[in-house]
């Protein structure tokens, strides 16, 4: 190992949030919440920042330009920083990698779901249900809820037909086909709103380009989430949580004195 960097150069509050885009306010707040490390303090009163902090501010940032998808690797994100915060660089990194195979985990969940749907769409049977069932059975049978299933009747993302005597809901093997493919898909962290899009363009014997259809909003959507365009957005989640390893990589390579931290 070489011989540990001293940092001679302090840097003002104006410095960090000027070279990360940010309010000086912004830095002070990050600071009071423990994502920095606590300046120290000329003999003036001023905060006294290091290159560390300012290394420490871009990994906030880079965490915190935007979305993560689901709570565990929200709460990853979060502990990658703390962990900064407090030093721990090895920890940070051992989080960032698991941050990586966590987005990589739900990319490769959409992408099954994504393909299912091209498989079923194209002709593939995927329930062999011999008779009709009711909304009940059907229930039990797909690990759902009544709520849900009627739910996605309400929305449009399917029509079940009906028994002409009594009106029970009669539900074939396409129906019970449809509705698996919708569950996985919901499952696979697409929002209800890509799959009504989805299903409109195959209700009207589209069947080409169903997985783009899943990730690309229409015009007339004039509020949608991440997960109204969720493969892209997976994408670019993943390329993010790459960047963090980069970064916390860079920082570690600096070789920082601890004692010159906070």
Known sequence: ??????????????????ATGVHPNTVRLYEEWGFLPRAR????GYRRFTEYHLDQLR???LIFSGGWPGRSIRRL???????????DLGGALELAHQLVVQVQSERVQAESAASFLERWAAGTPVDATQRPLRIGEVATLLDTTID??????????IDVPRDPDNRYRQYGAPEIGR?????MLLRAGYSMMSILRMIAQLDRGE???LRQALDTPRPDEDVFMVNDRWLSSLQGFQDRAVQIVALLEETIGKQYDPSLVG
């Open 148 to 157: 849900a299933l009627r739910n996605w009747e309400r929305n449009g993302l």
């Open 41 to 44: 303090r000329s003999p003036s």
């Open 179 to 183: 509705l698996r493919v919708i569950r």
């Open 1 to 18: 190992m070489g011989a540990i960097r001293a940092l001679i150069r302090y840097l003002r509050t104006s410095d960090l949030a000027k």
């Open 59 to 61: 990994l906030i940032r």
């Open 77 to 87: 994100g979060l502990g990658i920083i703390q962990h900064g915060a407090s030093g």
């Open 207 to 209: 069947v080409a380009n």
